[in-house]
């Protein structure tokens, strides 16, 4: 994976790479009796779950508390935190199935410092104070439109924080997004078995 990732202009260490595999395999198991991801294959997996998430590297962020907004299956806010092991990362959904297999997989994993919470988005601010621009990196792929994920990350951010969105290579994106202006597009190929484009979109948001 190490070696993966360099071709990406990714730099992991021996310890990321370690905690993101063990943090996939642990997903992939679970995989057999819910529903996590439709990539059984486990080569196909590490490129297109594991590696596609370490490119946040690319992004030259170093968050200190970062929320995974629609996490899903945990990625890409396991990678993010395999990257910045100082960080607070917070994976939610508001899928409560999917969130206690995650939080599993985070177990068996032993990455007791990320944790998961099962809440909407949308509702976040209002049922948790703490959490109101109380995240300086909000990430998000495979959520939904950038025109979708903006409003509910807007009141997450603090002032000055930013939204990090995976997406697929010559996606629209816009130059604003509410009261997020871009700021970096970072775009990269993921390397066989899997091999596509894809792009970070990284929006700044302003007071």
């Known amino acids: 994976m190490i070696a993966r990732a360099k071709s990406m202009g990714v730099e992991l260490t021996a310890e ?14 679970t995989n057999e009796q819910i529903n996590l991801t439709s990539i059984r294959d486990r080569e196909q997996a590490i490129v297109l779950h594991a590696l596609d998430s370490v490119a946040f ?9 970062v929320l995974d907004l629609g996490t899903g299956n945990g990625f890409p806010g396991v990678g993010v935190a395999a990257l910045h092991p100082r960080a607070t990362v917070l994976l939610m959904d508001k899928t409560g199935k999917k969130v206690r297999a995650v939080t599993a997989c985070l177990l068996t994993a032993r990455l007791d410092r990320i944790e998961t919470i099962q809440m909407d988005a949308a509702q976040a601010p209002a049922l948790r104070k703490d959490f109101r621009h109380g995240f300086d990196l909000v990430t998000a792929r495979a959520v939904a439109r950038p ?3 903006a409003p509910l990350a807007e009141p997450l951010v603090r002032p000055g924080g930013h939204l990090a969105l995976w997406l697929e290579h010559g996606a629209e994106l816009p130059e604003r997004l509410g009261r997020f202006r871009r700021q970096a597009l970072r775009t990269y190929e993921l390397p066989e078995p899997a091999v596509r484009k894809r792009v970070i979109a990284l929006y700044r948001q302003h007071a």
Not at 21 to 29: F, I, K, T
Not at 57 to 65: A, D, S
């Open 16 to 29: 990321a790479a370690e905690e993101v595999l063990a943090y996939l395999d642990a997903m992939l198991a």
């Open 57 to 65: 590297q690319l992004t030259g962020l170093v968050p200190r508390h």
């Open 147 to 149: 025109e979708a994920v």
